[in-house]
């Protein structure tokens, strides 16, 4: 089918945007495998280690399907900085409570399903790059398990403080996301 320059054109913006969005996801996957990296270094709980330890596997298995999509030269410059914010983001809540690393993942994993769902919401709506919207349906769904997972095991309302600190975690990783998109 012949395109017109306008659909061209289209198909260049979406191919330009979907790399910078390609982009965060990968530093994202970088941010949540050293996450749960952190909480293992840190935390004591058996249960929570189980669980930390199943999901750092599925986190590895997304960082490496992103990574197919993405060349070298097109990842995040600052991908030491992601590694050590993901192990802070995990470490820090490991040090005081079961209960704040639940909490801290459950923001965290929260805030990636809403970045992916916006992601599959454009692709879909162009019916473009079919085989990266289903891989990103597919971690989508597995970081909704991950949030579902750790709010069940969640043991009361967080207090006030964890609170405070899952608001940081959240805008963290929006100005997080926003960054890798470019840099
Ligand atoms: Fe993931
Ligand atoms: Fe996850």
């Excluded at 079961?98 to 970045?115: D, I, R």
């Amino acid at each position: 089918m012949h395109k017109t320059n306008s659909s061209v054109q289209i198909d260049n913006q979406l191919t330009k945007w979907l790399e910078g969005e390609l982009r965060s996801d990968h530093a994202g996957e970088t941010g949540a495998v050293w996450i749960y990296r952190g909480i293992l270094a840190t935390c004591t709980d058996p249960g929570v280690r189980d669980f930390a330890q199943q999901h750092l596997e599925t986190e590895k298995q997304h960082l490496k399907l992103i990574e197919a999509f993405l060349h070298r030269d097109q990842r995040s410059w600052l991908l030491p900085l992601w590694r050590v914010a993901g192990f802070l983001t995990g470490a820090l809540p490991s040090i005081f409570s079961s209960n704040a690393v639940l909490a801290t993942v459950s923001t965290a994993e929260t805030f990636v399903v809403s970045h992916y769902m916006a992601q599959i919401g454009r692709l879909q709506s162009h019916n473009s790059h079919n085989n990266i919207c289903r891989v990103l349906q597919s971690c989508c769904d597995d970081e909704a398990k991950h949030e579902s997972e750790a709010s069940n095991l969640l043991n009361g309302r967080p207090s006030f403080f964890l609170r405070v600190w899952c608001a940081l975690v959240s805008s963290g990783s929006n100005l997080a996301v926003k960054c890798a998109r470019v840099i």
